[in-house]
């Protein structure tokens, strides 16, 4: 029922910016947790960043905190993922995962649905 659908990737230098957009078909999990996870080539899927959509607590990797902000649009059915200070090492396949529950979790097997992935590459 529900189908996760990615955009923003794309090429970009080090020190720039770049939103992610996530946006989900059907209906939306108004009780559950939208998350952010990367892999990079050859290297394991990596926590990012999780909001619970009932409250909109955020939960960020520590890679990533204070740079990445994640975000909703409950009209949209969108989450974002505003990614700066660019760095090369943040270049991955990103990917949007969602649960049905509220809880905020790191862990990629509490997810049950996934994205098909969007490319972020940072050049330096």
């Known amino acids: 029922q529900v189908q996760l659908v990615e955009s923003g990737g794309g090429l970009v230098q080090a020190g720039d910016s770049l939103r992610l957009s996530c946006t989900a078909s059907?209906?939306?999990?108004?009780?559950?947790?939208t998350a952010w996870f990367r892999q990079a080539l050859g290297k394991e899927r990596e926590f990012v960043a999780a909001?619970?959509?009932?409250?909109?607590?955020?939960y960020y990797g520590d890679s990533v905190k204070g740079r990445f902000t994640i975000s909703k649009d409950n009209a949209k059915n969108t989450v974002y993922l505003q990614m700066n200070s660019l760095k090369a090492e943040d270049t991955a396949v990103y990917y949007c995962a969602d649960k049905s529950s509220y809880d905020l979790t790191k862990y990629s097997s509490r997810y049950s649905n996934w994205g098909q992935g969007t490319q972020v590459t940072v050049s330096s």
């Open positions: 909001i619970r959509w009932s409250t909109g607590t955020t």
């Open positions: 059907g209906r939306t999990f108004n009780t559950g947790t």
